[in-house]
T-cell receptor
Framework: EDQVTQSPEALRLQEGESSSLNCSYT??????LFWYRQDPGKGPEFLFTLYSAGEEKEKERLKATLTKKESFLHITAPKPEDSATYLCAVLPRGSSNTGKLIFGQGTTLQVKP | DGGITQSPKYLFRKEGQNVTLSCEQN?????MYWYRQDPGQGLRLIYYSQIVNDFQKGDIAEGYSVSREKKESFPLTVTSAQKNPTAFYLC???????????FGPGTRLTVT
């Protein structure tokens, strides 16, 4: 069964303390992996798309990487405004999941000043 | 500004009433989606539409209905048959099926 697992569920960091969020996936072929940021009470905001192992994308303090089994969202020197829930979603390849995203449950990040 | 709008932001209904949630996009995207988000659960797909005048059931379509008569609009009706309708509803769109999805601000529905 296709599955996406994010860890940790919650993460507390001090401002400037770098860390990584993990997204592990089990799918029958990967067509794409997406990262989103969601603030409380709002819709998810698209961050990155990764398509193949070894690919990396960067945006400000965020860097997403992809291997054959997992993706990491690295946060360098975070600021309080980076506090949010980060969602990972996978688009499997194959007939049983034609184009439907599978979302993880998210990692809630809190950055304290 | 291009984007996705959902209205209203908050919606309250009595049990047994049908309610329609609005979703409009001016991004010229072909594909549109409806998700439901509950605390402690990932986003779950209700319905999706790859192109105007066509739509398909997602993973939790029971008690919901949609229409796609215009490219820019994809309204969701929550019927009285939906057993647990209180949730945060998110509409999304993508250029084409399988591309990255862009989300609207959401509608929080409370049914009492």
């Amino acid at each position: 069964e296709d599955q996406v697992t994010q860890s940790p569920e919650a993460l507390r960091l001090q401002e400037g303390e770098s860390s990584s969020l993990n997204c592990s996936y089990t799918v029958s072929g990967l067509r794409g992996l997406f990262w989103y940021r969601q603030d409380p009470g709002k819709g998810p905001e698209f961050l990155f798309t990764l398509y193949s192992a070894g690919e990396e994308k960067e945006k400000e303090r965020l860097k997403a990487t992809l291997t054959k089994k997992e993706s990491f969202l690295h946060i360098t020197a975070p600021k309080p405004e980076d506090s949010a829930t980060y969602l990972c979603a996978v688009l499997p390849r194959g007939s049983s999941n034609t184009g439907k995203l599978i979302f993880g449950q998210g990692t809630t990040l809190q950055v304290k000043p | 500004d291009g984007g996705i709008t959902q209205s209203p932001k908050y919606l309250f209904r009595k049990e047994g009433q049908n309610v329609t949630l609005s979703c409009e996009q001016n991004l010229n995207h072909d594909a549109m989606y409806w998700y439901r988000q509950d605390p402690g659960q990932g986003l779950r797909l209700i319905y999706y539409s790859q192109i105007v005048n066509d739509f398909q059931k997602g993973d939790i379509a029971e008690g919901y209905s949609v229409s796609r008569e215009k490219k820019e609009s994809f309204p969701l009706t929550v019927t009285s048959a939906q057993k647990n309708p209180t949730a945060f509803y998110l509409c999304a769109s993508s250029i084409a099926w399988g591309d990255e999805q862009y989300f609207g601000p959401g509608t929080r529905l409370t049914v009492t």
